[in-house]
């Protein structure tokens, strides 16, 4: 069974980051309707919590910033950058099963 962590902490943490994340990336890739935006924000939330501890540590050791970071401040950052690009995937593919997706009636 899945074991979620006893540290509430870390993941309001996680919340924190994945949610602003998922709103800075509104900014750069707007969604056409409510349903897509619900589906990219719920997605890069997921995405920011699940994938924030793991991101946040490669980002920090890539960086060179492991020593210099706290532990919120590697969490916080990794779930907002696992976020961004859940949000980036999503939106880009949306728009390309859009684009290139089979047309019905056509």
């Known amino acids: 069974m899945a074991h979620l962590?006893?540290?509430t902490s870390m993941l309001a943490t996680k919340l924190v980051g994945a949610s602003a994340g998922a709103a800075?990336?509104?900014?750069?890739?707007l969604p056409k309707t409510r349903h897509e935006a619900a589906g990219r924000f719920f997605t890069g939330l997921a995405c920011g919590v699940i994938f924030g501890?793991?991101?946040?540590l490669w980002a920090a050791d890539?960086?060179?910033l492991s020593d210099l970071?706290?532990?919120?401040?590697i969490m916080l950052a990794g779930s907002a950058i696992?976020?961004?690009?859940?949000?980036w995937v999503l939106g880009i593919l949306s728009r390309l099963a859009e684009r290139y997706g089979d047309k019905p009636g056509a």
Not at 24 to 29: E, F, I, T, W
Not at 53 to 56: A, L, S
Not at 82 to 87: D, P, Q, R, V
Request: charged share 15%; hydrophobic share 45%.
């Open 5 to 7: 962590p006893s540290d």
């Open 24 to 29: 800075v990336s509104l900014v750069y890739l």
């Open 53 to 56: 501890g793991p991101t946040g």
């Open 62 to 64: 890539r960086l060179a």
């Open 69 to 73: 970071l706290s532990d919120a401040e």
């Open 82 to 87: 696992a976020s961004l690009c859940a949000w």
